[in-house]
């Protein structure tokens, strides 16, 4: 029998803060941009359950939040507290909620059982087969909920199911401080129900796709057959086809790695200074090469920036060296040479003012010994 559970940390920067700093307990919180007084240009991060009262979420424009916040504030009710990212403390909280876990789960001994995947920063799967029990397996995540709160003063909320596809809905069900099971045998009864959308991987445009043809709950998904979902989506649609039946054999990847090391800024008002613009990327390509160099990777090979002009319109280009490299130089060189053009004629004609850069690497070597 196959157990497995997915840990979902609940508005974890914001809940951080809230629990770092007395004067914050009981706010709505907001981390992420400077709102700058309803004209900041970036993004929420995270907001707390509070925050989120008045309709503030994560991705939401800064400059909005803010106006949500003042319009609470005229209703009587306490204003938003914007707070600025902080990922050394919150990528701390991160490995100490790691290394609560494994007090817990046994170290992965088979690839096809056992072990712990860190998903993110703030979700983790890890596997409780060996407690050939789902009561047992309740008793442990009660026991890491439990540690958690005393030593980081946040919650979290637990979904246990026979796989990665059901625990992981079922953590998001009863947000925040959840603690779900679902057993093998109630699996698709507990997706009928469900949007589509809740399906990981089914974005925007198949949950669109979807719905002209009258889908909108898995239980209406399963009356396709295979066959139609792969016409529709291709291979993804046979990937559809059993996740609606919660079918997922997928293993938990143990030694997991960062895909891309990558970071981008949204300046205060749009332009085409090239000064302006280089000054702030090389900062950012400086940045993301700091990074680099304290993640323990040896190599990366591919080179990406991220234009966003005034109109929103938005704007990647990749390029991949012939050979693996680590040097700080050729990254900034590369990285520029693919922002250049965006920055003139060659694409952008019309000479649209730039919102956003971004710049990543991806496409790693081996982690080198630190």
Partial sequence: MRIIAHLDMDAFFASLEEAGSPIFKGKPIAVGSDPQDGHGRGVVSTANYKAREYGIHSALPISVAWRLSQKAKSQGKPEVVFLPVDFERYNKASDDV?????????????????????ASIDEFYFDLSFTKSYKKAEEICKKIKKEIWEKLGVTCSIGIGSNKLTSKISAGTKKPNGLVIIRAKD???????????????????????LNQKGIRIIKDLKKLLKSQLQEAFGKWGEDIYYKARGIDNSPLVENWTAKSIGEQTTFQQDTLNFIHIGEVFDNLCKSVYKRFSESGFKNFKTIGVTVRFSDFETKTTAK???????????????????????TDMRKNPRKKLIRLVGVKMENFDELRLL
Wanted: charged share 30%.
């Fill in 187 to 209: 699996s698709e009864k507990f997706l009928e129900p469900l949007s589509v959308r809740d399906l990981p991987g089914v974005g925007p445009k198949t949950e669109q796709t």
């Fill in 98 to 118: 790691l290394q609560i876990i494994k007090k817990y789960v046994p170290p992965q001994r088979d690839p096809a059982r056992g072990g712990i995947e860190p």
């Fill in 320 to 342: 991949t060296l012939k050979q693996p490299t680590n040097g700080e130089k050729e990254f900034i060189i590369e990285s520029l040479k693919l922002l250049l053009p965006y």
